[in-house]
């Protein structure tokens, strides 16, 4: 797969796959998953409480929302690249913090937790024919392809990592 035209996203996306740089996604897991994975083992358990404003997440709910974020996107991917024509559904990242219910989760099994989902992707993605990344779907209202949900997941994770780098200072 190569890297994603503008026209395989919607604009606000553009944020995310700017923060990749690679030209196809297994350069992408080759250059990031270890670290979008291994990031978050780095975190003190002592510091996973802390937001860094009121009314922001604490560094455990955003966790649990790049989680979240992760299964939807592979979702959208496997449902798009499947040729289901459904459109399919945003969702409301606060609603899904606010009764995600992360402050009692056990951080360890969160780690493991996104261990999987990650690797999950990963495989998912290669499972993918050159045409099933080119099939374009519909998305909160919004053309996107297979190819791009995989540059957009990446970004996304780089994104919350660049957060906790500039925001909660970690």
Known sequence: MSRPSTTEYAPFYQTYINYTSGKDYEILVKQYHDRLVNSWDAIPTEKIKYAYGPEKWTIQQMFQHVIDTERIFAYRALAIARQDKTALPGFDENTYAANGDASH???????????????????????????????????????????AIGFILFGHGLHHLHILKERYEI
């Open 105 to 147: 989760r056990n951080w360890k099994d969160m780690l493991i937790e996104w261990r999987t989902v990650r690797q999950a992707t990963n495989l998912l993605f290669a499972s993918f024919t050159p045409d099933q990344l080119k099939t374009k779907g519909n998305c909160n209202g919004q053309d996107i392809t297979v190819n």
